[in-house]
């Protein structure tokens, strides 16, 4: 069973740093894609960092410039680090990655359970 686990989030002050860390686990065959959505009450979930198959990243127009997506495919993990950070990137930070495994044919999307980033004004 695939599994992907955050970790990171927290309070932050305005302006200020954190970092996400997510790893997959369980019994797969290769991780296609890797990266981060977000989520705030009454809104759709949106991507905010992306690592695609082909190395290129792709980030939410408002992140960018503050915000770094990176992937180790040795460890099956990404991360996301966060800087000037604003009220406004308050949400439940979720890992998403397209695996494919034994158990299944052709790649699906996982989802992590999500971590809460808040950050204070």
């Known amino acids: 069973q695939v599994q992907l686990v955050e970790s990171g989030g927290g309070l932050v002050q305005a302006g200020g740093s954190l970092g996400l860390s997510c790893a997959a686990s369980?019994?797969?065959?290769?991780?296609?894609?890797m990266g981060w959505f977000r989520e705030t009450p009454g809104n759709q979930r949106e991507l905010v960092a992306y690592?695609?198959?082909?190395?290129?990243?792709d980030y939410l127009d408002s992140v960018k410039g503050r915000f770094a997506v990176s992937r180790d495919n040795a460890k099956n993990t990404v991360a996301l680090q966060m800087n000037t950070l604003k009220p406004e990137d308050t949400a439940v930070y979720y890992c998403?990655?397209?695996?494919?495994?034994?158990?299944?044919?052709?790649?699906?999307?996982?989802w992590g359970k999500g971590t809460l980033v808040t950050v204070g004004s």
């Open positions: 998403k990655a397209m695996i494919t495994s034994s158990d299944a044919v052709g790649a699906l999307n996982y």
């Open positions: 369980g019994n797969f065959i290769a991780i296609i894609n």
């Open positions: 690592v695609w198959s082909d190395g290129s990243t």
